[in-house]
């Protein structure tokens, strides 16, 4: 199974900043160790016209010319660099790498990415490029070329389980029917002031395991009933986890991994690929956030072993 990777392009942020940089090499190596399956890939830039598919050309080129002013460059949450550009475009690169690799082998992810607070003309909360957003759209227009334009468009599902909720996809995918958005996130947590998905489910701060998963299966049932996606983007947070510093909810290690199982099983029973990417995770001691994350992958790998058993 493949797995992106661009944690090489390192932000130099100021000491003390919150964002966990370091998690994203730390998660590569312990993957490399432990999950043999798994090979790591590096993640080649989205190039402009990649980015316009969900971003607008004066944003794309005022990341990329550093022309960001300071008011956006706080909104996002990180200084202008050369560095955070071009790890903006490998993160989206990753996302698109590892949607080809769903449709074509069942599973596949980014070990970084689900930057969904950031919408077409900005970002925010981390986010400089709304990865998910650019793949689903590059994914539709590769699969209407490739059935000759005859073909009913690929419908996709973003089933967005970062404790945050995803309004920079909502907002960006808000009149598009071939794409479902749905986000299970705090009520009371950031954004404040939040987009409407098409189905959104707000969790109560702290929220347990019990309680988490009955939502997301109602959450699943709904979508089912609304929606046949052809493919799936699985944003996988780490931050529902009681011990995150910016999540508010209380579920535990086995509790994220039996939401993981739920999401993967759900799209294997009906064979619908899934790409997958890690979003949030904040954790007050980094060991538990990579603990999390590593489940992810170990889930997916399992679930990437029974695609290829059934693959002619």
């Known amino acids: 199974m493949n797995a992106y990777y661009a944690d090489h392009f390192v932000l130099p942020l100021p000491e003390g900043h919150r964002f966990p940089m370091a ?3 730390l998660l590569r190596d312990r993957i490399s160790q432990q999950l043999p399956g798994v090979a ?87 986010c400089v490029f709304n990865d998910v957003a650019v793949a689903a759209r590059l994914m539709q227009a590769e699969w209407a070329r490739g059935q000759g334009g005859q073909a009913k468009p690929l419908k996709v599902a973003v089933i967005d ?29 950031f954004p404040f002031r939040k987009e409407p998905s098409d189905l959104d489910v707000e969790l109560p701060d702290g929220c347990n395991d019990d309680a988490y998963l009955q939502a997301l299966e109602h959450a699943l049932d709904a979508l089912e009933q609304r929606f046949s996606p052809g493919l799936v983007f699985y944003l996988a947070g780490a931050d529902p986890h009681e011990g995150d510093r910016l999540g508010r909810l209380a579920v535990t290690h086995d509790g994220l991994e039996a939401r993981d199982r739920r999401v993967f099983d759900w799209a294997w029973q009906r064979r619908i690929p899934l790409a ?15 603990q999390a994350q590593l489940t992810t992958w170990r889930v997916a790998l399992e679930y990437h072993q029974r695609w290829q058993n059934v693959r002619p």
């Not at 050309?57 to 050369?82: C, K």
């Not at 970062?162 to 029917?177: L, M, P």
């Not at 990417?277 to 956030?289: F, I, P, Q, S, V």
């Open 161 to 189: 389980l970062d404790v945050h909720q995803g309004n920079g996809t909502a907002h960006i995918f808000q009149t598009d029917e071939s794409v479902f958005t749905l986000s299970v996130h705090g009520a009371r947590n």
């Open 276 to 290: 997958f990417a890690m979003a949030g995770g904040y954790g007050r001691d980094l060991e538990d956030t990579l």
């Open 40 to 126: 790591m890939q590096v993640a080649l830039p989205a190039s402009d016209a990649e980015l316009a598919l969900a971003h607008t050309s004066g944003y794309i080129d005022a990341v990329a010319s550093g022309t960001l002013s300071p008011a956006a460059q706080r909104e996002i949450g990180f200084p202008w660099s050369e560095a955070m550009a071009e790890r903006a475009r490998r993160s989206v690169g990753a996302t698109v790498a590892a949607s080809r690799d769903a449709l074509a082998q069942g599973v596949a992810g980014n070990l970084a990415g689900g930057t969904h607070h950031s919408y077409a003309d900005k970002g925010s909360g981390f």
């Open 23 to 25: 998690k994203y090499r």
